[in-house]
């Protein structure tokens, strides 16, 4: 069993095929689940490795399955200070709650809408919070896209 009980949730190795591994290539056939969910991973990634897991994430969804992401948005205080890779992808941020967290990247409304045009619907809201006495801000992403 895994601590998935605190939450009403059951999990073995019997009944649960939990695997570890990049996820830019997923080891499941296509149409395979009914959900899929992202919490502030993909986005530790360049552009093309993003495209290439939402694909990646589509494809094992089966048809009408749903994709929930939570993805750092633009305005996220420090997104983009630190090495640039290209406009929204930074190889180490200096400031602000990623700062120091590797490759990242963050979303404005048009790219997600954009790459997330794959998809049959989608739903879009956002997170605004703050944070160290408000020094830093969150802007937050929650997506859900429908195969
Ligand atoms: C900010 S953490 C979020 C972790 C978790 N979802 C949570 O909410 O606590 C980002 C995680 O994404 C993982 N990650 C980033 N790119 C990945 C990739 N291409 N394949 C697998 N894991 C990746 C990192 O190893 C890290 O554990």
Not at 104 to 112: A, S, W
Not at 124 to 145: I, N, P, T, Y
Request: with cysteine; charged share 25%.
């Amino acid at each position: 069993m895994i601590a998935l009980t605190s939450e009403g949730l059951v999990a073995s190795a019997q009944s649960t095929d939990l695997k570890v591994g990049n996820f830019r290539s997923l080891p499941w056939s296509d149409n395979l689940f009914d959900g899929a969910v992202d919490i502030e991973a993909i986005y530790a990634n360049p552009v093309p490795v993003i495209h290439a897991v939402i694909r990646e994430a589509k494809r094992v969804l089966k048809p009408g399955g749903w994709f929930f992401a939570k993805m750092f948005g633009s305005k996220t205080t420090g997104a983009t200070s630190g090495k640039r890779l290209d406009a929204r992808t930074t190889e180490n941020p200096t400031r602000g709650p990623l700062a120091g967290t590797g490759v990242t990247h963050v979303f404005t409304e048009r790219e997600i809408r954009k790459i997330f045009a794959i998809f049959s619907e989608l739903r879009l809201d956002w997170v605004h919070r703050s944070d160290k006495d408000g020094a830093c801000e969150f802007f937050e992403w929650l997506v859900q896209a429908r195969k």
